[in-house]
């Protein structure tokens, strides 16, 4: 435990590093705070600091630098804060101008995290356990071969090309599709495969393909997510030398960012703060995550998070993916019908 004026010393060098990006002397420290004592005692404290991992510097008379630990006490000491009246504002007049769509939803949202907290902004798609058979058609193209049109529950749309051993007529593809439809509504991939319904051949064909495309959805495990804020990363002084962001942006060219950056528990719409080597994953342990979830529990759920150097604006940052979760969250349940 910190006494008062250490920790107080501690929360002005993580704020002015944060703010600055330069080692904080100790008069930058008594300028920042009235502690009443001299620069010879707040070095004396920067020492302790130093001794127990919250800083580092790089000799005795230096400024001091933040390390892992002295964030990791910052964060888990703040006070809860909201996003400002006016951004809320903001964000809900952008969500009021864009098209009632999911997709469009989620590259707003994007856009928005990164602006506001001037880092990377990664959000996957809310994603049921298993998703809901909603709406089937049936497009005669060419001879035998046919598309099939398949909408799931939460907005979801996949195609697929079949091939019958002979042709189709549309009406007749339109009848199969009404039956499928008011066989199949609402059900998972489960309880369609369960289900002893008399079919036709063709319509036992379409319902395989249906059951594949639905199999594939649900063993998706992290779906490519809406990813924007690259650029201020590459603008953050600690960055300047490309090969400490080479990892970074081969994660993101491989499309595997998220499995590095989710933590193995995650609670629903509960903020996680993910400092430099608590990550796992090598590649992200220069970096922080913060991460929510958002959707509706048991029905369809999603993650928002920002990455974004170790020192990054964690309170305005934890605030935005507390409030955009809030913002997806009820936008997923008119989705839903909720």
């Known amino acids: 435990m910190l006494n008062t004026r250490r920790e107080t010393i501690l929360k002005s060098i993580v704020r002015q590093y944060i703010a600055k990006a330069t080692p904080v002397s100790s008069q930058s420290i008594i300028e920042d705070n009235r502690l009443g004592v001299s620069s010879?005692?707040?070095r004396n404290e920067m020492a302790y600091l130093e001794e127990e991992n919250y800083i580092t510097r790089p000799h005795s008379s230096a400024g001091g630098i933040p390390l892992d630990k002295g964030y990791r006490h910052y964060v888990d000491t703040l006070e809860e804060t909201a996003l400002p009246m006016v951004d809320q504002r903001l964000v809900a007049h952008l969500f009021h101008q864009v098209e009632r769509e999911l997709e469009e939803w989620l590259n707003l949202a994007a856009t928005l995290i990164a602006q506001l907290a001037q880092n990377i902004a990664v959000i996957t798609p809310p994603k049921p356990p298993a998703y809901q058979f909603k709406h089937l058609e049936l497009i005669a193209l060419h001879h035998s071969l046919v598309l099939i049109v398949l909408v799931l529950r939460g907005a979801?749309?996949?195609?697929?090309?079949?091939?019958?051993?002979?042709?189709?007529?549309?009406?007749?593809?339109?009848?199969?599709?009404?039956?499928?439809?008011?066989?199949?509504?609402?059900?998972?991939?489960?309880?369609?495969?369960?289900?002893?319904?008399?079919?036709?051949?063709?319509?036992?064909?379409?319902?395989?393909?249906?059951?594949?495309?639905?199999?594939?959805?649900?063993?998706?495990?992290?779906?490519?997510?809406?990813?924007?804020?690259?650029?201020?990363?590459?603008?953050?002084?600690?960055?300047?030398?490309?090969?400490?962001?080479l990892a970074l942006m081969e994660l993101v060219e491989q499309r595997k960012l998220l499995q590095h950056i989710m933590p193995a528990e995650l609670p629903f719409r509960q903020v996680r703060v993910v400092i430099g080597r608590e990550n796992k994953a090598e590649a992200v342990q220069e970096y922080s995550v913060v991460i929510s979830q958002y959707g509706l529990p048991h029905e369809a759920i999603g993650t928002i998070s920002v990455v974004g150097p170790t020192r990054m604006p964690y309170e305005r940052t934890i605030s935005t993916v507390d409030y955009l979760s809030l913002v997806l969250s009820r936008l997923v349940a008119e989705v839903y019908g909720r």
Not at 208 to 225: F, G, H, I, S, T
Request: proline share 6%.
């Open 40 to 42: 010879a005692t707040i």
């Open 156 to 245: 979801r749309a996949r195609e697929q090309l079949i091939t019958f051993p002979e042709a189709i007529p549309q009406w007749d593809l339109a009848t199969v599709a009404n039956r499928l439809n008011s066989e199949y509504a609402d059900m998972t991939s489960p309880q369609i495969a369960a289900r002893n319904a008399q079919l036709s051949p063709a319509e036992q064909q379409i319902t395989e393909c249906v059951l594949k495309m639905m199999r594939a959805e649900d063993n998706q495990q992290y779906q490519d997510p809406y990813l924007d804020g690259m650029h201020f990363i590459l603008n953050q002084p600690e960055f300047a030398q490309s090969r400490r962001l």
